[in-house]
């Protein structure tokens, strides 16, 4: 069977393809929602590729697939074999490289704001991230400093103006007093901003961005409207740390097919079960059984590891759960891990119930 015919036969099922080189070599692994329409994607309409895909598709002799149920294990199952496989091709997850940190500098004269590959470079100062954008992590910070003034030409010296002062772009901490004062004020709230509980900054920049717009200042006010994005990303990157550090316990109904669903138990950023149900052939309670039976066997071991801790390489499955589960294609609940180590069964199973009970509530809609 030729590559267009191996195309040609692949079918409109969620899963994963695995592209290979003229060696058999992997060289570049994806997902899809159907399989047949992402695969053929790539040969046909070749003007709108990027540089990159177009000497990809050059290098494609063959493909495997693998078949999932759902286009979120399909998710898990690309971010998975990228990081075993690491094809050349998939650069993102595969460089360390590619993630960045924001660290408030805490061994300088005061405070400085900077990026970083590594999160110890600073020693004990206080870091933020990792963040898989390093142009969406600078965009952030010189929106951040540029709005606020704190964009100092000469940030380790002490009691000089800067240039940036005579330009308006530095408010003169260089020069100590009051203005450092202020500039300690404002990296305060630098650091609730990226913890998630100060939005003035965002705000600010905000206004700035409709004020040019009311003054048809159109390049100033797309300037701040990039800045936004970038900032309102590297929050919602921070939620998705935060979700996931917590070690949550799980529990996700996802549509298959009218009557059956999938199972799918995580833990943190990790899926520990997953199975089939067929609710046409049982009854709630025993639908019901089934789940309670599932959550009790799969979350009953303590969590490994402290809380609070998340690896850089949990990053891209930490962000599909939370996609996922703050979407709306499927149903989940949460499981305090004490209910588990109090043997509170009637707890796990009432959410259980009032799981089951939301999901075939939307059910209608699901199959539609």
Same mark, same amino acid.
């Given at each position: ?127 933020? =991230?990792?963040? $898989?954008?390093?142009?969406?992590? /600078? ?14 030409? $000469? ?25 450092? !004062?202020?500039?300690?004020? %404002? ?19 905000? *206004? ?20 936004? $994005? ?5 929050? *919602? ?6 979700? $996931?550090?917590?070690?949550?316990? %799980? ?12 199972? %799918? ?14 609710? =046409?052939?049982?009854?709630? !309670? *025993? ?17 490994? =590891?402290?809380? =609070? ?31 588990? /180590? ?18 075939? !509530? ?5 199959? *539609?």
């Amino acid at each position: 069977m030729n590559l267009a015919e191996k195309v040609a036969a692949l079918p409109l099922s969620p899963g994963v393809y695995l592209m290979k080189d003229s060696l058999g070599h992997i060289i570049y692994v994806g997902k899809a929602k159907q399989l047949k329409k992402r695969v053929q994607s790539y040969f046909y309409n070749a003007k709108g590729h990027s540089p990159k895909v177009k000497q990809l598709v050059r290098n494609i002799r063959d493909f495997d697939y693998k078949l999932t149920d759902t286009e979120f294990e399909a998710f898990m199952l690309e971010c998975q074999l990228i990081k075993e496989i690491k094809p050349m091709y998939n650069k993102k997850m595969k460089n360390p490289l590619a993630y960045s940190y924001i660290v408030i500098r805490t061994d300088t004269a005061y405070r400085q704001l900077a990026v970083t590959y590594d999160p110890a470079e600073y020693g004990d100062s206080l870091y933020f =991230g990792p963040y $898989t954008s390093r142009s969406t992590v /600078e965009r952030a910070v010189q929106g951040i400093k540029e709005s606020q003034r704190i964009l100092c030409s $000469t940030p380790h010296a002490r009691n000089a103006l800067c240039l940036n002062h005579s330009l308006g772009l530095c408010l003169g901490m260089c020069g100590g007093g009051e203005a450092l !004062e202020r500039y300690e004020g %404002i990296i305060d709230s630098v650091a609730g901003l990226l913890n998630g509980n100060d939005p003035r900054i965002l705000e600010e920049l905000q *206004q700035r961005m409709d004020l040019a717009a009311e003054n048809f200042e159109f390049e100033t006010a797309a300037k701040y409207r990039d800045y936004c $994005t970038a900032v309102r990303s590297l929050l *919602q990157k921070e939620k998705v740390i935060g979700f $996931t550090e917590q070690n949550k316990n %799980i529990v996700v109904l996802e549509p298959m097919q009218e009557q059956v669903l999938k199972l %799918i138990l995580i833990r943190g950023s990790e899926i520990l079960d997953r199975a089939r149900l067929d609710a =046409g052939q049982m009854n709630a !309670e *025993q639908l019901c059984g089934i789940i309670q039976a599932a959550v009790q066997d799969s979350f009953s071991k303590p969590p490994h =590891g402290e809380p =609070g801790e998340i690896s850089r390489h949990k990053l891209d499955e930490a962000q599909i759960i939370y996609s996922y589960l703050t979407g709306s294609s499927g149903s989940y609940a949460v499981i305090p891990q004490e209910w588990l /180590e109090a043997g509170d069964g009637a707890a796990v199973a009432e959410a259980v119930r009032e799981l089951l009970g939301g999901y075939f !509530e939307a059910a209608p809609a699901k199959f *539609q």
